[in-house]
């Protein structure tokens, strides 16, 4: 099992409206491509101001994790979603035996 986590900060300015659509989207989105197992969104319960959000989810191996980085949806996820909106953010990718 892989699991592939995103830590986001978001462009300042954004309304708490506007993150909940995010947040709405990537969950409705994301968790519509093949392969995703398990996906959770959601935000930090202390907000330290460095990526209040986070995007977790589970694929079965490193194959299925491959495929879900060129797949269509994704690519379109990272293009018009995150793109204009999101500050910065921090990837991990980890193997749960």
Same mark, same amino acid.
């Given at each position: 099992m892989i699991s592939h986590i995103v830590l986001l900060r978001l462009e300042d300015g954004l309304s708490?409206?506007?993150?909940e659509d995010f947040l709405t989207v990537a969950r409705n989105l994301l968790g519509a491509i093949p392969g995703v197992r398990n996906l959770r969104v959601g935000s930090t319960l202390r +907000?330290?101001?460095s990526h209040p959000l986070a995007l977790v989810m589970?694929?079965?191996?490193?194959e299925?994790?491959?495929a879900y980085q060129v797949?269509?949806?994704?690519?379109?996820f990272l293009r018009e979603v995150i793109g204009p909106i999101v500050? +910065?953010?921090?990837v991990l990718d980890f193997e749960c035996p």
């Open positions: 708490r409206q506007q993150t +907000d330290d101001g589970d694929f079965e191996n490193s299925a994790l491959e797949h269509p949806e994704h690519q379109r500050a +910065d953010k921090q």
